[in-house]
T-cell receptor, first 116, second 113 residues
Framework: KQEVTQIPAALSVPEGENLVLNCSFT??????LQWFRQDPGKGLTSLLL?????REQTSGRLNASLDKSSGRSTLYIAASQPGDSATYLC???????????????FGQGTILTVHP | GAGVSQSPSNKVTEKGKDVELRCDPI?????LYWYRQSLGQGLEFLIY????????KSGLPSDRFSAERTGGSVSTLTIQRTQQEDSAVYLC???????????FGPGTRLTVT
């Protein structure tokens, strides 16, 4: 059974700092890994999706890396801003008997606070 | 374009009543997923649709939960004889095809009193 863990559970940083959020998963046979942000009382917003054959993806100030062999992914946020404050979730797309259909297993999230 | 929509946004119901939650996926998305988010359990998978069929119902917590999808579009999640432990936010997601990026709706907050 896939298990996804995110560290740290919470992070508070001053504006402008670069930061790294960590995600680890127990079953390396994933199809892809997706990072989301969730604002309080809202749904999930997709940030980046990394296919299992890829090593990283970039979007603006965000960069996500994937190392399947070690079961790890990181989300790097450059020059953080107060608007980046949210909960960040990573989710691994599980394989089911060799066939994957996109069922996501989520970590518990990292609560990020960027203060001015 | 329009994103995933869910209705109602909030639902308060009495224990023992049935509820229906609706999801309208992004037009053209063939895969549809239901998840549940609760304080104690985090985000957990409930059921997945490819077209109108549900190959994996393994996440449904009990036989009080059922879901259907019609016309390859709208999906309804039904909870019969609601219990207090059913209180959670129910999230729907869709993707163009399986294993593509999933887009989530705003969720339905269900409170069972």
């Amino acid at each position: 059974k896939q298990e996804v863990t995110q560290i740290p559970a919470a992070l508070s940083v001053p504006e402008g700092e670069n930061l790294v959020l960590n995600c680890s998963f127990t079953d390396s046979a994933i199809y892809n890994l997706q990072w989301f942000r969730q604002d309080p009382g809202k749904g999930l917003t997709s940030l980046l999706l990394i296919q299992s054959s890829q090593r990283e993806q970039t979007s603006g100030r965000l960069n996500a890396s994937l190392d399947k062999s070690s079961g790890r992914s990181t989300l790097y946020i450059a020059a953080s801003q107060p608007g980046d404050s949210a909960t960040y979730l990573c989710a691994a797309s599980a394989n089911a008997g060799g066939t994957s259909y996109g069922k996501l297993t989520f970590g518990q999230g990292t609560i990020l606070t960027v203060h001015p | 374009g329009a994103g995933v929509s869910q209705s109602p946004s909030n639902k308060v119901t009495e224990k023992g009543k049935d509820v229906e939650l609706r999801c309208d996926p992004i037009s053209g998305h063939t895969a549809l997923y239901w998840y549940r988010q609760s304080l104690g359990q985090g985000l957990e998978f409930l059921i997945y649709f490819q077209g109108n069929s549900a190959p994996d119902k393994s996440g449904l917590p009990s036989d009080r939960f059922s879901a259907e999808r019609t016309g390859g579009s709208v999906s309804t999640l039904t909870i019969q004889r609601t219990q207090q432990e059913d209180s959670a936010v129910y999230l729907c997601a869709s993707s163009r095809r399986t294993n593509y990026e999933q887009y989530f709706g705003p969720g339905t907050r269900l409170t069972v009193t």
